[in-house]
Nanobody
């Protein structure tokens, strides 16, 4: 069983940057595929970015060139650096861990954090 704790959300203005962190308990973080998702009010949870245990990376088109995902296995932490934020990036951001799949699908993840709110004002 793994527990995920996100941090780093907040209220910023359009064009600003934020860095989200997700720290994972458990002894096998280095073998997890990790993902970031977000959910805006009234909308379904959507994929943002993912990084595999071996370093392969996916981004959704909406954040390519603005967001960067990375991981530090020694710290059992995955990061999401968000630059040039837009009001449409406003959402609760969730990190997730998959034991077996490297995927953009929410159903492919086994563990989820509680989420951290990101609000971007115009």
């Amino acid at each position: 069983q793994a527990q995920l704790v996100e941090s780093g959300g907040g209220l910023v203005q359009a064009g600003d940057s934020l860095s989200l962190s997700c720290t994972v308990s458990g002894r096998t973080f280095s073998t997890y595929n990790m993902g970031w998702f977000r959910q805006a009010p009234g909308r379904e949870r959507e994929f943002v970015s993912a990084i595999s245990w071996s370093g392969d990376i996916y981004y959704t088109d909406a954040v390519k060139g603005r967001f960067t995902i990375s991981r530090d296995n020694a710290k059992k932490t995955v990061y999401l650096q968000m630059n040039s934020l837009k009001p449409e990036d406003t959402a609760i951001y969730y990190c997730a861990a998959s034991l077996t799949r490297f995927t953009i699908m929410t159903g492919g993840y086994d563990y989820w954090g509680q989420g951290t709110q990101v609000t971007v004002s115009s």
